[in-house]
C-alpha cells in the first residue's frame, strides 16, 4: 500500500498562515509516502514568494515531488522568462522539472505544462508538447509493468461538467490517448482552484480506468467558491485508488465526499471557511498570470 497527498496551488505569498501550519502540521502528524504538488507554488515567482515556498516544502518530512504551474514564472522579468524561466525554481524548489518517483508498488512521473509563450494574449492556459509526450511514452515504457502509474501535471484535462467553457490543457487528447496507450491509471492536476474527479470513459480491458483528479487550493487566499482542500490518495495492491478530500473548515481538516466531474458544488454542503485575507478569483477565465 502506497499513501500520497496530492497539494496544488499553494501561491505564496497569498496564502493564509493559519492555513499553512495546519497543512503542515498534519502533514507531518500523519505522514505520506510522498507528497505531490501539482504546480503554483507562487503568485508571482518573485524571490521572496519561492523562499517562502522552498522553506515549507522542506519543512515537510516526506519526499516531495513537485512539478511548476503558470505562476511559476515571472510575467514581470521578459529577460528571465524567455531565456530561463525555471533559474528560481531550480534554486528554491528542486533541480528538475518533471521529476520521477517510485517504489515497489508505484511510479509517479512529473510532467510540466507551463509555457513561457503561446498564441494569443493568455499565456496561463498551458500546454504539453509533441516532443514531450514522446519523452513521456520511452519514460513509461522504460517502467516495470507491474507499477502503478501517476501522471501529475498543473493544468486540468477535463472541465467541469457544470462549467465547460473553463479552459483545458493544450493537446489534451493527445496526452489522454498517451496515458492510456501505456496504461496510467490515475492523473493530478489543478489550476482551477477547484476540486472534482473524472473516471475516464474509454474501457481499456485488463488496464486500469484512468482516474483524472483535480485538486481545489491548499492554501491560498484565492478562492473560486470552494474551501481550501487537499487529497489523501491510497494506492492498494491491484491498482485500487481510494481518494479522500480533506478540507479547511477554518479550524482543522476534515474529510469530506469528493465530487465527480459532472457534480456542481452547492455551498453548506463542504466546510466554506474564509481565509485570513479573503480574496475571491472573480473571474472565471482569468488572464495571463491571474488564472
Known amino acids: 500500500m502506497t499513501r500520497l497527498a496530492h497539494i496544488s496551488d499553494l501561491h505564496f505569498d497569498r496564502v493564509d498562515p493559519a492555513i499553512v501550519k495546519g497543512l503542515r502540521d498534519e502533514l507531518n502528524h500523519d505522514r505520506p509516502d510522498l507528497v505531490i504538488v501539482s504546480g503554483d507554488l507562487t503568485q508571482r515567482a518573485y524571490r521572496e514568494e519561492y523562499r517562502s515556498a522552498g522553506a515549507f516544502l522542506r519543512s515537510l518530512e516526506s519526499p516531495v515531488l513537485a512539478v511548476p504551474g503558470n505562476h511559476d514564472i515571472t510575467y514581470i522579468h521578459l529577460a528571465q522568462r524567455f531565456l530561463d524561466p525555471y533559474a528560481r525554481w531550480r534554486r528554491f524548489i528542486a533541480r528538475e522539472i ?14 510540466n505544462t507551463a509555457r513561457r509563450m503561446a498564441w494569443g494574449f493568455d499565456w496561463s492556459k498551458g500546454r504539453f508538447g509533441l516532443r514531450q509526450l514522446h519523452r ?16 501529475v501535471a498543473h493544468h486540468p484535462l477535463h472541465p467541469p461538467a457544470h462549467a465547460p467553457d473553463l479552459d483545458v490543457v493544450g493537446r489534451a487528447d493527445d496526452a489522454l490517448a498517451c496515458f492510456r496507450r501505456n496504461r496510467v491509471g490515475l492523473v493530478l492536476a489543478g489550476h482551477l482552484h477547484r476540486g472534482y474527479v473524472h473516471v475516464d470513459e474509454i474501457d481499456q480491458g485488463d488496464a486500469p480506468r484512468l482516474l483524472v483528479v483535480q485538486a481545489s487550493t491548499a492554501t491560498s487566499t484565492r478562492l473560486r467558491g470552494e474551501p481550501n482542500a487537499y ?24 474529510a469530506v465526499a469528493a465530487r465527480d466531474q459532472g457534480a456542481k458544488l452547492t455551498m453548506g454542503e463542504l466546510p466554506f471557511h474564509a481565509p485570513e485575507v479573503e480574496e475571491i478569483a472573480g473571474r472565471e477565465n482569468a488572464p495571463a498570470g491571474l488564472g
Open 231 to 254: 487529497h489523501r490518495i491510497t494506492v492498494r495492491p491491484g491498482g485500487r485508488v481510494h481518494l479522500e478530500v480533506r478540507a479547511w473548515d477554518g479550524a482543522r481538516w476534515v
Open 98 to 111: 518533471e521529476p520521477t518517483w517510485t517504489n515497489d508498488q508505484v511510479a509517479v512521473i512529473g510532467l
Open 136 to 151: 513521456l511514452n520511452k519514460r513509461l515504457e522504460a517502467l516495470p509493468e507491474h507499477l502503478f502509474r501517476i501522471i
